[in-house]
């Protein structure tokens, strides 16, 4: 294991704000933190759906500190926190159908919305 240095976790910062921003992700408070989690954790995300706030975490030390890596977890963690409104309507043993609808429908504009942000030139992405 390495230990994760202040400028990768800086890294990890801009990263998920990178990725917040390409999925159209707005509404949430951000938090980010580095500190000891599952041994086998790369990162992970801890989300206050009622407050909406999103912490995202880097542990201490990780196996691959890699720019590619560090950027893969941001994306991972992201991604969770996207799909946070239709996981917590999963769970929600009265959901509605039409909740259920809404919910998969933010999901897949939001999707496209980043799609769409990729697709383009890279000086318009910026």
């Known amino acids: 294991m390495k230990t994760v240095s202040e400028a990768t976790f800086k890294f990890y910062c801009r990263k998920v704000r990178y990725w917040l921003k390409q999925f159209g992700e707005i509404g949430w408070t951000v938090y980010f933190s580095q500190e000891a989690i599952g041994?086998?954790?790369?990162?992970?995300?801890r989300v206050e759906a009622h407050a909406r706030g999103l912490t995202f975490v880097l542990p201490l030390s990780m196996e691959d500190t890699s720019r590619r890596s560090v950027d893969h977890s941001a994306i991972h963690e992201v991604t969770h926190a996207v799909v946070t409104p239709l996981e917590t309507l999963a769970k929600n043993?009265?959901?509605?159908e039409e909740q259920i609808d809404d919910a998969v429908e933010e999901l897949v504009c939001k999707i496209t919305y980043l799609i769409s942000n990729l697709s383009k030139p890279t000086k318009q992405r910026e």
């Open 39 to 45: 041994e086998y954790a790369a990162a992970e995300v």
């Open 93 to 96: 043993r009265y959901a509605t």
